[in-house]
């Protein structure tokens, strides 16, 4: 966590460069370390950029990102549910909902000693873990926040199947969703073994459960989720470089 202090200074370094005028990361240690790349630790340069207009010191600024992004992501995943549910005319559902986001944890483990407790070690992989949503951390609350931007664009992209004038929502939407998958991996690329499959599961069944879509809106959205898988091996190759 950002109370450790080496990795806490270390994400403040990169903080300061922002504060400095930098709009990039560059690695001394690297044979071309004077080349710049965005990747992983690029939200602390736009944190450090803002505070550097508000007169912030970095300390000051990682914190008060900490809160706005917190905010962002509950706000998010407000506008999330209240999507969902509104489609299913059960918006009463919206607030114990979230409620249940925001403070649910990981289970419990059943112990003879009801005194005794114990939680199931599910973060394999801390940054792939499904239970990760908020953080003190800024770069992790980032790409928590693209994982919500994605179930927003997600539900956007699916809407643009079933409309008779497809072709223009459809792409506006294949660059929304683009973009969400882009900045989660930008920083986390393990969480995409998880949302892309979802995403292939979940068109699939919107092709099957829905008769009424017409076959050019199916072929159309096949096209852009084939396109999206390019555009991510790409952007995969770029920040393989960059951290190898």
């Known amino acids: 966590n950002s109370f ?8 403040l370094s990169y903080l300061v460069r922002g504060l400095k005028g930098h709009w990039q990361i560059f690695n001394p240690l ?6 710049g790349f965005w990747v992983i630790h690029w939200p602390y340069i736009i944190i450090g950029q803002l505070s550097r207009l508000f007169s912030l ?3 000051a600024g990682y914190w008060v990102g900490v809160f706005l992004l917190t905010c962002l992501i509950v706000f998010s995943a407000y506008i999330f549910l209240k999507l969902v549910f509104s489609a299913i005319d059960k918006n009463y559902l919206v607030f114990p909902t979230l409620f249940v986001y925001l403070f ?9 000693n009801p005194f005794k407790f114990e939680v199931w070690r599910i973060n394999w992989y801390y940054q792939a873990d499904f239970f990760e ?5 800024p770069h992790h609350l980032v ?7 994605f179930f927003i664009c997600s539900l956007t992209f699916f809407n643009s199947l079933k409309k008779e004038n497809f072709l223009r929502s459809s792409f506006l939407a294949f660059f929304e969703l683009a973009g969400s998958l882009l900045l989660v991996m930008s920083i986390n ?5 998880y949302l892309l499959p979802a995403l292939g599961i979940s068109f699939l069944y919107g092709i099957f459960a829905n008769k009424r879509i017409r076959f050019a809106s199916i072929l159309v959205h096949s096209f852009l989720l084939i396109f999206l898988g390019l555009i991510l091996f790409l952007f995969g190759l770029y920040f393989q470089k960059n951290v190898a």
């Open 133 to 137: 949503r908020i953080s003190t951390i």
């Open 57 to 59: 010191s970095a300390p």
């Open 104 to 112: 649910a944890g990981p289970f419990l483990k059943v112990q003879q």
């Open 189 to 193: 690329p393990l969480k995409l073994t």
């Open 30 to 35: 690297s044979e071309d370390g004077k080349i």
């Open 143 to 149: 790409s928590n926040w693209g994982v919500m931007i």
């Open 4 to 11: 450790y202090p080496p990795d806490y200074l270390f994400y």
